[in-house]
């Protein structure tokens, strides 16, 4: 069996298996709206989005994406969000190596689509692995609406000023020490906002774990991760 093909299976088996084992009502996902006893440590035994893809949600919940009207381009899209989203009748769902049907075959370095197109943008956990950054964070901005918004949540160290990034590395290993990924092309520094207003944006950084009461917070697990909120 492939790889791929071994992953697909062991995530089918699980998601049949642990909804069962940890069935209960003291924790919710937001994203699956599934109960459980516990999650399965930080992933829904359902859905299995993690702790920072809950947080995303619960921000994109507050934001309005419910809103079929919308226009919406999602960028190496989550499964579980994805799932939500995909039977919109104005939803994109794009990658550069999609694996999913019904996930289009994009580069976000130079989309097809015409300009102001979107009303929202969803890019998580993406630009890290891009050599480009700014062409891609240049195309969401394009592809958006006059009053559209990119709602982006990436890794960011907020101990470093700059971003650190050499072009000219590309082993792994040495990427894997120097970015603590072997796929990341960089390290954000708190000037991650800084090249997204370089591209048009307006941005705003959320906290939107310190905006949840703590009931929300002990129900539904969410990570404290900011994120940027766009506005084109």
């Not at 069935?23 to 920072?52: K, M, W, Y």
């Not at 309005?64 to 104005?90: C, N, W, Y």
């Amino acid at each position: 069996m492939a790889p791929s093909a071994l992953a697909a299976a062991k995530s089918t088996a699980r998601k049949a298996v642990l909804p069962v084992l940890l069935a209960g009502d003291r924790v919710e996902c937001p994203v699956c709206n599934s109960t459980f006893q516990r999650f399965a440590g930080r992933a829904c035994p359902r859905c299995l989005s993690l702790e920072r893809q809950r947080i995303v949600w619960l921000y994109l919940l507050s934001s309005g994406i419910e809103d079929s009207a919308l226009a919406v381009l999602h960028l190496a899209p989550e499964p579980p969000f994805r799932a939500r989203l995909k039977e919109r009748p104005q939803y994109v769902a794009g990658d550069l190596h999609p694996r999913a049907r019904g996930v289009r075959k994009l580069d976000a370095t130079a989309l097809p689509f015409d300009d102001g197109t979107f009303d929202r943008v969803i890019v998580n956990h993406v630009f890290e692995h891009i050599p480009d950054d700014r062409q891609a964070m240049a195309e969401a901005h394009r592809v958006l609406k006059p009053g559209g918004r990119l709602i982006t949540q990436h890794p960011v160290d907020w101990d470093r000023e700059a971003t650190d990034e050499d072009p000219s590395i590309t082993d792994p290993a040495e990427r894997l020490r120097r970015f603590r990924q072997a796929d990341h092309v960089r390290v954000y520094g708190r000037d991650f906002g800084d090249r997204l207003g370089d591209a048009g944006f307006t941005v705003t950084v959320v906290d939107h774990f310190a905006q949840l009461t703590p009931d929300a917070i002990e129900r539904y697990r969410p990570g404290r991760r900011l994120i940027h909120d766009c506005l084109r």
